[in-house]
């Protein structure tokens, strides 16, 4: 009669650690799976606006650009200006009041937040 107990038991406790093992594993899915979704909706609620401009008087073609990729009141702004030899490429990152901002800079910021583009857009 005990080894029939003991046979049960250890057939439980096996059957346990099993469950324990899947358990496991379907936490870490599922954790995957947060994380994957969690960057889908920052990606999907990014809001993007920009405008493009001659920098310097005596040129021409709007070659300088601000993008402005919004979350909400916080993001980043991408500048860059060409000059006749070159362009410069500057990136800050924005949370209202925080960095002066040049008025295209400003105005990408208001694109973004108002009229902006969102990943699905695109």
Do not use: C, W
Request: charged share 25%; no cysteine; net charge neutral.
């Amino acid at each position: 009669m005990n080894e029939i107990i003991l046979f049960i038991l250890g057939g439980l406790i096996v059957v346990n650690i099993i469950l324990i093992a899947i358990i496991f594993v379907l936490r870490k899915n599922i954790k995957r799976i947060e994380e994957k979704q969690r960057g889908e909706l920052i990606l999907s609620s990014l809001s993007i606006g920009g405008t493009r401009y001659d920098a310097f008087q005596g040129m021409s073609g709007k070659l300088s650009f601000s993008l402005a990729f919004m979350a909400g009141d916080k993001g980043i702004i991408l500048t860059s200006i060409h000059t006749r030899d070159q362009s410069y490429l500057y990136l800050k990152p924005y949370s209202e009041g925080d960095v002066s901002l040049t008025e295209e800079e400003k105005k990408a910021v208001e694109v973004a937040l108002k009229e902006g583009y969102t990943i699905k857009d695109i």
